[in-house]
């Protein structure tokens, strides 16, 4: 192959970089680019059919009230980030669900006691399949299911104080 054209490569690899690059950056400072605006195929459709031991849809929609669901991880570093968040969340009345992600019943049992239980009732996908049908990226993940057993809201990521606002205002606590 021609000298000229392996150095060609790595400039147009770096060319095209750039230009991604930029166009980020554009799209975000005219707030088009939402870092966390990972679709979701699950909006507005009914929760999907799991069972885990702890609770299962039927419970979820049996409930006939707005829940929280959050996939969480003892190993996860922005969880930890989190918890004061759902644990604010939870005093102002909103119900979480959370389901332990990947993890270990002692891992889980011993996260939950150093950072506080927020979690009306909790359950364990220890090997990650009912997030897998749910389209977990990674935890923190967390899911507003409505009365009728329909998800209607996803964030990516550790909730945030403005998130969890936002998030008890769909709900209609405040």
Do not use: H
């Not at 980020?24 to 799991?50: C, N, T, Y």
């Not at 996908?125 to 009912?130: A, F, K, M, P």
Request: glycine share 10%; hydrophobic share 45%.
């Amino acid at each position: 192959m021609n000298r000229r054209l392996l150095l060609a490569i790595p400039f147009g690899v770096a060319a095209v970089g750039g230009v991604g690059f930029y166009s980020i950056l554009r799209a975000m400072q005219s707030g088009q680019f939402d870092p966390r605006g990972v679709p979701s195929q699950l909006i507005d459709k009914p929760l999907p059919e799991f069972v885990l031991p702890g609770f299962g849809r039927a419970e979820v929609v049996a409930r006939k009230a707005p829940v929280v669901i959050n996939f969480f991880a003892s190993w996860c570093v922005p969880c930890i980030e989190e918890a004061p968040v759902l644990a604010a969340l939870q005093k102002s009345g909103v119900p979480i669900w959370g389901i332990a992600y990947k993890d270990k019943q002692a891992a889980t049992d011993l996260f939950l006691k150093r950072r506080g239980n927020p979690y009306a009732q909790l359950a364990r996908d220890e090997d990650g399949r009912v997030g897998i049908e749910w389209g977990v990226t990674g935890v923190p993940e967390t899911y507003l299911i409505d009365a009728q057993g329909i998800v209607r809201w996803r964030f990516t990521g550790p909730l945030s104080n403005n998130a969890a606002r936002g998030l008890s205002q769909m709900m209609g606590r405040t």
